[in-house]
């Protein structure tokens, strides 16, 4: 199974995807790691992504989603998946491919605004900032077919109820 965690920037993706994976004992990947420089450093600049610009970054996340499921490895990875089409391509099945979208299960982690913002604020050494926030929720398409948890509470809440509502096993107290 892959479980990928999505939303919009400051809602904890990281954070709860690495903790859900240890966890879990499963592999982690974090979309950051896939983008370019080039998309890096127009985020940094407080510029938002062209679907252009996203193209070659969905691409990779889901070529990692689908080594995964060919090799039968279990893996969590974070992306904010903003857009319905940009889900649709992560789990559609490289054309070959063995495997099937039913093994990957989306988790939309959200908030208000102003909880997200305030995040941001306080978050240090991100190229992603405050200036992204309303372009991010202006793109936001949320997801219908989705696990979805607020991100009110601490992140090892969060994966105890994302462990909970996906059949996981035990969690914490």
């Not at 709860?16 to 890096?40: C, Q």
């Not at 949320?142 to 601490?154: K, M, N, Q």
Request: glycine share 8%; charged share 25%; aromatic share 6%.
């Amino acid at each position: 199974m892959v479980i990928l965690v999505m939303g919009i920037e400051g809602t904890g993706k990281t954070t709860v995807g690495k903790l859900l994976a240890e966890r879990l004992h499963w592999e982690f990947a974090d979309a950051d790691d896939f983008h370019s420089a080039a998309n890096k450093e127009k985020m940094k600049q407080g510029i938002a992504l062209t679907d252009a610009d996203r193209a070659p970054w969905l691409a990779a996340i889901r070529a990692q989603i689908w080594r995964w499921i060919v090799a039968k490895r279990n893996g969590v990875i974070t992306c904010s998946a903003l857009k319905q089409s940009y889900r649709d391509e992560l789990l559609s099945s490289p054309d070959g491919q063995a495997g099937s979208a039913d093994e990957i299960k989306t988790v939309y982690l959200h908030g208000a605004y102003a909880l997200i913002a305030e995040r941001l604020h306080h978050r240090q050494g991100h190229f992603a900032g405050e200036a992204l926030l309303a372009s991010q929720f202006a793109t936001l398409e949320e997801p219908r077919d989705a696990i979805s948890i607020d991100v009110g509470e601490t992140p090892e809440q969060i994966v105890d109820e994302i462990m909970r509502r996906l059949n996981l096993g035990n969690v914490s107290a």
